[in-house]
């Protein structure tokens, strides 16, 4: 066993940044003494497989099945075990997104191993990984190893490592003679209104608490927010109020974000609320009060009523 | 309708992390211990299907001792009976050891529905629950949000980024239940009552031709807590709101090269 084995997300064809960030970071590891391989899945996705090359894969299998178009944890298992079998790697690397995070694990039982989940940073020995992990929301951290056993299952938490071309060209192989056998079937995929950015996909994302007052208020967020290119994000409190849906809801029962700078405007700073966007790279808090806990871990912060700051800020945003 | 609740007995949100003294483990002592919040979806989603088609909800977990009182929890919230495999401590975040625990405790046992949380708060994981599928040879779907259940069928919601996708599924299955799909009751006073008297089945993991600790698929070589963070710059704006957004913008340009 030797090498490191990517899954590459797609959608509509187009390669999940994320995935790039682990093909990156599985190169920058030098595939760990092996190559590295990707797995690319889905429906007609052929011409996206070549440009992995670039960032730094030797080879990748591309499973294009029509029955492989919207994803499929079985159907997806299937493949990435197929490619395993071909390429026998010490590990497996898969982006932490919501696709990524469901497949990872049934692909590791599938091989019969252990998984480790929302990596945020890697150390190889030898050429087996030591992988360090938030848990308890964040409040801890483990150095976590697979005890020995192989291939080691591992998921990157998204917008962590770095996405870097190394400039390369890869070797495309098709995977054929999977045997599907899906049972669970995604009839289809709804997307958000009007093209909105998941906040798990966000490098930016600006945040609305109880503070706003009001759901109406949401449109000031929305203006920083654009102003900034990023999406809105908010505290448990408004959406089980009703104000935004549970989808934008960053923490403990919301989503864990990483992005490179993360706004909270009229958001306190609950221990729920930091287990979610507390590896933000950048934290900004606006706050009235000024011993809100959010201002213990924000780099930047204004005391002051979000509804004097947010417009004059916008408005300085434009004018750079 | 015969559901297998997988429950999970956690550390409270609000809890305090402190490390053993040897950074071996986490300092348990003063910690509440809760039904992990988002089996308690699971265990909603199981009791109002019951109680629309008939059939018993079996609620399972694997720990040590003190994960009773979540599995006296779930029972006096309605829950018909329960399973407790004794043990866990060695295992902690080995998602595939628990799902190989779990898979041997829930085999043999009738099931149309098996559902678990999303995550167990505090391990982090949201793993065991499609490891576990795969080993019981199930279909699965996770994050569901929404759901009804047919005759040998199922249609869920679930949540991926930027949407939802619609799937459907043949039982027997298993789902991970997020927060959305349902508002789970708590116990009443009569349902602790009645909980006293609900079969608990303890096992012992080697029963289950498990050897705990024997063979581990992960380990934790260190735990340490986050580093310090160093004190932010906090403008004070209440008097000239203007002026502070300026600087703000400012500081984010040209020394935190953010924007
Ligand atoms: C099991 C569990 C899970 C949870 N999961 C989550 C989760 O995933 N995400 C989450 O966010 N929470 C979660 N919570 C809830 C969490 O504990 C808090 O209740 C919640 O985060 C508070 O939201 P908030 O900061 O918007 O509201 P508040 O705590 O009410 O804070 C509002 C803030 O706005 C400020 N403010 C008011 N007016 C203005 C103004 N004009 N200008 C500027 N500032 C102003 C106030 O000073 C205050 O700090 C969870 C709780 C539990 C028990
Ligand atoms: N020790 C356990 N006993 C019973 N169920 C568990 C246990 N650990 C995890 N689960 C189930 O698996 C889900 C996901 O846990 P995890 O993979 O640890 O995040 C939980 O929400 C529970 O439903």
């Not at chain 2, 239940?177 to 349902?191: F, I, M, T, V």
Request: proline share 4%; aromatic share 4%; glycine share 12%.
């Amino acid at each position: 066993m030797a090498g490191i084995l990517v899954f590459v997300e797609q959608r509509d064809g187009e390669i999940r940044k994320a995935s790039l960030q682990a093909v990156s970071e599985a190169k920058r590891h030098g595939g760990a003494g092996g190559e590295v391989t990707a797995v690319l899945v889905g429906a007609g996705i052929g011409a996206a497989a070549a440009g992995l090359g670039a960032w730094g894969a030797a080879r990748v299998f591309v499973a294009d099945n029509p029955a492989l178009g919207l994803y499929s944890a079985e159907g997806y298992t299937e493949a990435v075990a197929a490619a395993a079998a071909k390429a026998q790697p010490s590990a497996i690397f898969v982006a932490g997104t919501a696709m990524g995070r469901d497949l990872a694990p049934r692909v590791a039982a599938r091989l019969g191993v252990g998984a480790i989940a929302d990596v945020v940073k890697l150390a190889l020995d030898g050429d087996a990984f030591t992988a360090r992990r938030p848990i308890y929301s964040g409040k801890a951290f483990a150095e976590a190893t697979t005890a020995g056993k192989r291939p080691q299952v591992i998921s990157l938490r998204p917008n962590v490592f770095a996405a870097e071309e190394s400039g390369g060209s890869a070797a495309v192989e098709s995977l054929d003679g999977l045997g599907l056998a899906i049972r669970a079937v995604v009839k289809e995929l709804v997307k958000a209104a009007g093209g909105e950015l998941d906040v798990a996909e966000a490098d930016i994302i600006v945040s609305g608490g109880r503070g706003i007052k009001g759901p109406e208020n949401f449109a000031l967020i929305k203006s920083l927010a654009d102003a900034l290119g990023g999406a809105v994000g908010a505290s448990r409190a408004v959406v089980d109020a009703g104000w935004i849906a549970h989808s934008h809801q960053v923490g403990q029962t919301g989503k864990v974000v990483s992005p490179s700078l993360y706004v909270a405007c009229g958001i306190s700073g609950a221990i729920q609320h930091l287990a979610g966007m507390s590896s933000s790279k950048i934290i900004v808090a606006i706050n009235k009060d000024p011993d809100a806990p959010i201002f213990k871990i924000a780099d930047y912060g204004i005391v002051g009523d979000l509804f004097e700051v947010i417009p004059p800020m916008v408005a300085a945003i434009k004018a750079l | 309708m015969n559901c297998i609740v997988c429950v999970a007995s956690v550390p409270d949100t609000a809890s305090v992390i402190k490390l053993k003294a040897d950074g071996t483990g986490i300092d348990e002592s003063g910690i509440k211990w809760i039904v992990s919040p988002y089996d308690e979806y699971a265990l909603e989603a199981a009791l109002q299907l019951t109680e629309a088609k008939g059939g018993e909800v079996t609620v399972v977990t694997y720990g040590p001792a003190g994960a009773e009182p979540a599995l006296r929890d779930c029972l006096a919230r309605g829950a018909h009976k329960a399973v407790h495999v004794l043990g866990g401590e060695k295992t902690l975040g080995d998602s595939f050891t628990i799902a190989r625990v779990l898979a041997a405790a829930i085999k043999g046992r009738a099931h149309d529905l098996v559902l678990c949380g999303v995550k167990g708060v505090g391990t982090d994981c949201s793993q065991v629950g499609q490891m576990l599928a795969e080993l019981l040879g199930l279909p699965h779907v996770a994050i569901v949000t929404a759901l009804e259940v047919g005759e040998g069928s199922l249609a869920a919601t679930r949540e991926v980024e930027g949407g939802k996708e619609k799937v459907e599924c043949p039982l027997p299955a298993l789902l991970t239940c997020q927060k959305g799909l349902n508002e789970p009751r708590y116990a009443a006073l009569k349902g602790i009552m009645a909980a006293k008297k609900k079969p608990v089945d303890k096992l012992e993991v080697s029963s289950l031709g498990i050897q705990e600790g024997a063979d581990l698929f992960y380990a934790v070589a260190r735990f340490e807590l986050p580093p310090a963070k160093s004190a932010g710059t906090i403008i004070q704006g209440e008097n000239d709101p203007a002026g502070a957004a300026a600087q703000l913008v400012k500081l984010l340009r040209e020394e935190a090269k953010a924007i």
